[in-house]
């Protein structure tokens, strides 16, 4: 009798011991599960995805977002989410980027949503955000994995001394147009490929010069970065370019040496496409 209460007790223990055990080994996705996580731009819900981080919220785009993000709840446009919508998930924590500044970010706290900022501006702000993600969310390994893999392709290319063209790179929206900087993401790609931005200031990523001033440059190539209703922006740019004679005095836009870049790739924001986006840079700016 008394053996036989030993080894029930033996196999109760060992039956806790288990549980435990798949206690642990399920505690981080669970952990995952329970958050209500809310993407408000489509960076951010790629990351996420990548990190394998669950959302029960995301961006109103008309870009194509991840898999699993089916069946999540859309809460508006990325520069103007709805917060009764994003209210009503009752989130743990929103995600988003802090390119639109303090009064953007204000209006979370403003609204006692919990979030999370993260900087996408730049290739190295992309690579942080990676990192401070998978360490919120318990994802460290694959935030490592995701990094190394983008430092790899960078990597190659700064190490390469094969160098390309003078080019200007100009960020196009409806009704305007301005200069991106070495500082700006796309600005930054051009330089890691290889190409030489003939812009060379680093106070915004952003600037405006006159096309008199564009001209003395005499950049070889044009990249055009599309932001918003791209077709449209890409047409009425093209009109500008023909018929303005100011922009036909600069050698690449009197020779039609431009290029717009695909927006999948390119954009405002950092993103996970950077990898296949350097590739398709090179080729552009140095021809391989």
């Known amino acids: 009798m008394k053996y036989r209460k030993i080894v029930s007790l033996l196999i109760s223990i060992l039956m806790l011991i288990a549980l435990v055990g798949c206690g642990s080994s399920d505690s981080k996705e669970a952990k995952n599960e329970a958050y209500g996580v809310v993407a408000t731009s489509v960076a951010v819900t790629e990351i996420l995805d990548a990190l394998g981080v669950k959302v029960v919220g995301v961006p109103t785009t008309s870009y194509e977002l991840p898999e699993s993000t089916k069946g999540a ?3 508006g446009n990325p520069m103007s989410p709805d917060l009764e919508i994003i209210k009503s998930l009752n989130p743990s924590v929103v995600v988003s980027v802090d390119t639109l500044g303090s009064d953007y ?3 979370f706290k403003d609204n006692n949503i919990p979030s999370e900022f993260v900087s996408l501006e730049s ?3 992309l690579k942080d955000a990676i990192k401070t993600l998978g ?3 318990d994802k460290n390994d694959k935030a490592t994995e995701l990094i190394n893999s983008i430092e790899e392709k960078e990597n190659k290319f700064k190490e390469s001394d094969t160098k390309g063209e003078d080019v200007l790179v100009l960020f196009a929206a409806p009704g305007s147009t301005m200069i991106a900087t070495p500082k700006s993401y796309i600005g930054s790609l051009v330089e890691i490929v290889g190409g030489n ?3 060379k200031d680093d106070k915004s990523s952003y600037v ?3 096309k008199e ?3 003395k440059l005499n950049p070889k190539k044009v990249l055009v970065m599309m932001h918003a209703m ?3 922006t890409k047409a009425a740019l093209e009109k500008e370019f023909k018929s303005d004679t100011a922009w036909q005095s600069i050698e690449a836009i009197k020779n039609n040496n431009i290029v717009y870049l695909d927006n999948t790739y390119f954009g405002m924001s950092a993103n996970l496409k950077v990898i296949e986006g350097l590739d398709i840079l090179r080729e552009i700016v140095a021809g391989e």
Do not use: A, K
Request: net charge negative; aromatic share 8%.
């Open 73 to 75: 709840t859309e809460v």
């Open 105 to 107: 970010i204000n209006l």
């Open 123 to 125: 290739l190295d702000g």
């Open 135 to 137: 360490t919120r969310f």
């Open 197 to 199: 931005n003939i812009v």
């Open 208 to 210: 405006t010069y006159s």
């Open 213 to 215: 001033e564009i001209s």
């Open 230 to 232: 791209p077709e449209q």
